[in-house]
């Protein structure tokens, strides 16, 4: 019979609170669930592990360590999981879960140590190497232009100019986290330090992050690796440097990503406490096992500050092999699968308890280059929509930096369009395709209060009709292909002339700095003069969801209103259903609203709509356009109408008793 302590007995039998969920409380305070795990309690090992195993950072870690250790542990139960709370008064500080189950299940056990993973980390990569597919999906065979040269047991490493090199060296690339400037400063190749550093410098010098990815790279057999602050000497050429990512990536033999830390000072190989204690099979006296849930892959990348960075998303996207380095243990992707450290039990016949399917709406990383491989450009456009989706919440340092950090993708998604070195038959316009601009240019902001409203610095860098234009760290859906003849609307033009025929790098380069798109479509105003403004209270539903309205009081007239708490804007004309639309930013509640496109209440008659699909119209505000070098040109005969908003839902036969094919200007 196994040890229990007498918190973890009671999970033998748990009791029925009032509502018949079985709660119960096991420790006073979590340092007593420790001291029960050290005496050899199973039951603690299981629940210990499991807080440890929530933790991807060591600074996660390191605070549940410090902040947690006087704070109770309890459990609730449910049919086939047992959920893991830290108690802080009535208050669940920290949640976690474990497995519950009829069925045994075979140990996982790590090392505390996190030198003792480099060994499956190697299996990994030395398997990868022989996949066909995964040396198949890089990008050329030209090197950075810098490299970061260093043997293993060196103290000692060199920056190497490798431009020159024909031969493509085989480098590990770094993807992680700056921090604040002040901890990355040591990193960074300066003119001053340039010469030194293509001598000899001293490793102990730099970052721990970066000291330990050269651990880790020199342990997989590579000489060299690809950091961005080393390789990247300040007055290099910055913009051409930053465009190249998708070959830096693409070529590389592996990507480290560093997710064990949150700045580059906290480094990778601490010790993990998740397996302090051997693992060992628990079985309780109700016949009942209990095991911990891996985290999967998709769940670790969803969480992991590191994909909160606008950066790493095409880091990740363009790398064809992924080695993640979390606090607790590590995951590894490329294009045949994805693999979750197992230890001793790596090979075994051993099931592996996770939540995979958590997350099923989540591509896989290498996803995006296997298409762009097999040319299947309507699933790539499936995933540059969701890459948008995912781009626009993260954050940034720089924001001129928003097109360059998603670039390399740009280009990628051209290769199809390639007819030998020139793209042909698809454009690149400020983040969105021409071949699909109609469904593309329906974006919207669910409601109208990005997550910085004050962050005005994306502003001028993208035309309001483009999702680049929004604040950092903003969520916006796309329009997703519902069916074929949603985006077939033949009124709908992109009447822009198409641009010169270029490569792919140089056409997303391009494409990045357009501003202005003249389109032809079904043109009119979104709300007639006759129409009475009226208060959102008056239209509220009864049944108090969001999306149903009360417009009986009205229904034989002609009302408009909008939501002030958020940017929904509402039309009522006699007899027929109400059309929603949604602006993109709500009416500010301070006296500065900076530049960014609120429309006020006695404005709302002046906007105008353009069907852009078969039930999606922009609506759009009169404005002016002059060229940006001032001169005069051929667009400026053409009404221009600046972005405010999108409805993606309204009748068939809106458009077609009242508008009329117009040419317009979107500025």
């Known amino acids: 019979m196994q040890k229990q302590c007498s918190g973890c007995w009671k999970i033998n039998t748990p009791p029925k609170n009032h509502d018949g969920r079985p709660i119960i409380k096991t420790h006073d305070t979590l340092s007593e669930l420790e001291h029960c795990a050290t005496k050899g309690c199973v039951s603690c090992r299981v629940i210990r592990r499991a807080l440890w195993l929530s933790h991807l950072t060591w600074q996660e870690a390191q605070k549940f360590s410090q902040e947690c250790q006087s704070l109770s542990v309890a459990t609730e139960f449910g049919q086939t999981t047992l959920e893991v709370y830290i108690i802080r008064g009535r208050n669940a500080v920290l949640r976690t879960t474990v497995a519950y189950t009829d069925e045994k299940i075979g140990d996982v056990s790590l090392s505390r140590s996190p030198n003792d993973s480099f060994a499956e980390a190697i299996r990994w990569y030395e398997d990868c190497t022989s996949h066909n597919e995964c040396r198949s999906l890089g990008w050329s065979k030209r090197n950075p232009a810098n490299l970061v040269y260093a043997t293993k047991d060196s103290r000692y490493y060199q920056l190497i100019d490798t431009s020159r090199t024909k031969e493509l060296q085989e480098y590990a690339a770094l993807s992680y986290q700056w921090g604040n400037t002040e901890a990355n400063r040591p990193a960074k190749t300066t003119r001053e330090n340039l010469e030194q550093r293509r001598r000899k410098g001293s490793i102990a010098e730099l970052p721990q992050t970066i000291q330990d990815a050269l651990t880790f790279a020199q342990e997989l057999g590579l000489k060299y690796i690809w950091v961005d602050t080393m390789c990247i000497p300040l007055g290099a050429n910055w913009n051409h440097e930053a465009s190249r990512m998708h070959e830096i990536y693409g070529n590389a ?199 910085r409203p004050g962050d005005i610095s994306c502003f001028h860098r993208a035309p309001p009709w483009s999702w680049a234009s929004v604040p950092l760290e903003s969520a916006i859906i796309m329009q997703h292909t519902t069916h074929a003849k949603a985006w077939d609307d033949k009124n709908f033009q992109v009447l822009q002339e198409p641009a010169p025929e270029n ?13 202005c798109l003249k389109v032809q479509g079904r043109f009119c105003r979104f709300i007639e003069p006759p129409s009475k403004l009226i208060s959102w209270d008056q239209i509220k539903s009864r049944t108090g969801r969001d999306d149903e309205y009360d417009t009986s009081k009205f229904r034989s007239e002609m009302v408009h209103c909008r939501d002030p708490t958020s940017s929904k804007i509402l039309k009522l004309e006699p007899h027929v259903k109400e059309i929603v639309g949604q602006l993109d930013y709500a009416y500010p509640d301070h006296d500065d609203p900076g530049p960014w496109h609120f429309v006020a209440d006695d404005a709302l008659k002046d906007l105008y709509c353009l069907q852009v699909g078969t039930s999606s119209m922009l609506l759009l505000e009169e404005t002016t356009y002059s060229a940006a070098d001032g001169s005069e040109d051929e667009l400026m005969s053409l009404p221009a109408y600046r972005r405010v908003g999108v409805c993606n839902k309204f009748d068939e036969m809106f458009f077609p008793t009242r508008a009329r094919l117009t040419q317009i200007l979107l500025v």
């Open 503 to 515: 490569d792919a790098l140089s056409a997303a380069e391009r494409g990045a700095l357009v501003k």
């Open 253 to 451: 033999q592996i990507t480290l990503c560093a997710c064990a830390s949150e700045i580059s000072t906290d480094g990778m190989l601490h010790e993990r406490e998740a397996w302090k204690f051997k693992s060992e099979t628990c079985q309780l006296d109700n016949h009942k096992f209990l095991a911990n849930l891996d985290m999967p892959l998709n769940e670790m990348r969803i969480r992991s500050p590191l994909f909160s960075r606008g950066w790493t998303l095409q880091e990740e996207r363009l790398s064809p092999r992924i080695l993640y380095i979390c606090g607790q243990r590590m995951f590894w992707s490329c294009s045949r699968g994805q693999r979750t450290e197992l230890g001793r039990a790596s090979g075994r016949n051993c099931k592996v308890y996770d939540n995979v399917g958590k997350y099923p709406n989540l591509r896989e990383p290498q996803q995006f280059l296997k298409d762009r491989w097999n040319r299947k450009t309507e699933e790539m456009h499936e995933q540059w929509l969701d890459i948008v989706m995912a781009y626009t919440r993260r954050g940034m340092h720089d924001s001129g930096d928003r097109f360059r950090a998603i670039s390399g993708l740009a280009a990628q998604y051209l290769v199809p369009y390639l007819h030998g070195d020139k793209v042909n038959g698809q454009e690149y316009l400020a983040g969105l395709w021409r071949r699909t601009m109609a469904q593309e240019l329906a974006w919207s902001m669910p409601d109208g209060k990005p997550k």
